[in-house]
């Protein structure tokens, strides 16, 4: 079996056609386009693979031309059961222009493919071809709601648990007392019978996440994601002893030798690794490290693909429920009560709808086996 095909495509989205709840912002940001890159792998036996990476509306390009010049000659003739090893030689051959970053989620948007490729070839859904450990996995229901008003906000929780979810996830990172406020205004609104998680995208130091974690502690928060800037390590450390909270963090870290300082030092309690960053080679490293240190696990975002990663590890925690990308997808992750089962189908099963995408292509490329 060898790689006879591979095809990159780089869709600008924007946000009324991916997202109709109004405005979606976070502490730093608010989004107004979705940039996704798709990558194609086709075998010289007709078995086809999706890969994927996405961006908030930036970058795009620089990942396509990676995939265009760098990635998708080096996989033409190669075996795809030897992905690991591929990404291996892909994060060394790219190096020294960074580890991280666009060559990560280059990298990773093959990686997918590639095992993808791997299940289909098996007959064998991507979660059951990794090693099943469990058939479904308990989801929170999540959100990018900062831009909205507490009322709003409110009605937005409330509708999530009338769906039947017993944990749920909101953005803070405004103003101190509006923080305190909205808070407590969701708490008293699900019950105390209902998880809470708060989600703090980077938004302060230290001084002021420590002030903020004390004025959330009556409220029952079952964890703090990203209170701190991804680099700052001995900050979260500090943070960590300093309140029985847990901290999460792992979205924004692209490679798994990033999570090694975060593990070794105690800086978090519950890892987040993306797939769309790490590829699904990476992201079972972090895993397996993350197993190695008695941590949970909880990925972050992309709910279709991470039912199955992590379905197939024995240390998961929960899956994140963002429906950002439902309305582009075929088949959207099944989620009943609050709980989420990968499909049965090979592979991961993820296919973006090419009617709704093809308006918003930038560009595409082809590489094929001469």
Known sequence: MSVARCSAAHYRVPRE???????IGASLYEISHVELVTFEVETEEGVTGLGFTYTVGHGGSAVLALLEH?????????????????????HAKLHFVGSSGVTAVAVAAADIALWDVCARTAGLPLYRFLGAHRAEIPAYASA??????????????VGYREQ??????????GTFRDDVERVRAVRDAIGSDCQLMLDANMAWDVAEAA???????????????EPLPPHDVAGYVALQRATSTPLAAGETLFTPHEFGPYFRTGAIRIPQPDVVRLGVTGW??????????????????????????????????????????????????????????????????MRFSEEILEPYRVGAKEVQLR
């Open 70 to 90: 760098e990635i998708a000659p080096e996989l033409i003739g190669r075996d795809p059961r030897d992905v690991e090893a591929i990404w291996h030689e892909l």
């Open 284 to 349: 079972r490293r972090v895993a397996s490290a993350a197993l190695d240190f008695g941590l949970p696990l909880a990925p972050h975002f992309i709910p279709e693909i991470h039912v199955h990663l992590i379905c197939a590890v024995p240390n998961a925690l929960n899956l994140e429920y963002l429906p950002i990308f439902e309305r582009l997808l075929e088949r959207p992750v099944e989620v009943r009560g609050g709980i989420a089962r990968p499909g049965e189908m090979p592979g991961h099963d």
């Open 17 to 23: 056609v991916w997202w109709g709840q109004g405005r």
């Open 211 to 225: 002030r903020r974690l004390r004025s959330f502690e009556p409220f029952d928060i079952s964890w703090v994601e």
């Open 164 to 173: 039947g979810f017993s944990a749920l996830k909101m953005k803070v990172g």
């Open 144 to 157: 990018v709601n900062l831009a909205l008003s507490r009322d709003q906000l409110v009605a937005q929780m």
